[in-house]
C-alpha cells in the first residue's frame, strides 16, 4: 500500500490507504466479494470495490461499485472514485 501511494502521490493529503491482508476490515464492513464469478478464476476473499470518508472514527459515507453483472465493480467505478467521494465529503462538511 506504501507504494501504491507513493505512486499516486497521496503523501501529505488527506487519503490514506490501508490494507487488509486478512480480510479482518473487509468482514466487519460486509464487503467481501462472494459472486462466484471472480472465485472462478482465483479471485478469493477480495473486497468489493469501495470508497470511504471516516471521520473521528465514524463513518460518514461509503460507495460500494457493483453491479448484478459486474460484480467488481470494473465497469462502472465511478460511485467510489475521486469526483464521487470528493462530493460526498463536501455533502457531509455542508451538513
Not at 505512486?7 to 480480510?23: H, L, V, Y
Not at 472514527?57 to 465493480?73: N, T
Amino acid at each position: 500500500m506504501t507504494a501504491w501511494g507513493a505512486d499516486q502521490g497521496i503523501e501529505g493529503s488527506m487519503i490514506k490507504f490501508m490494507g487488509d491482508p486478512a480480510g479482518e476490515f473487509t468482514k466487519a464492513l460486509d464487503i467481501e466479494m462472494t459472486h462466484p464469478g471472480p472465485a472462478s478464476v482465483g479471485i478469493i476473499g477480495r473486497c468489493k470495490r469501495h470508497a470511504l470518508y471516516v471521520e473521528d472514527g465514524e463513518i460518514k459515507f461509503m460507495a460500494i461499485s457493483e453491479a448484478e453483472d459486474d460484480p467488481a465493480g470494473d465497469a462502472f467505478p465511478e460511485s467510489s472514485c475521486a469526483p464521487a467521494l470528493l462530493e460526498a465529503i463536501a455533502t457531509c462538511k455542508a451538513d
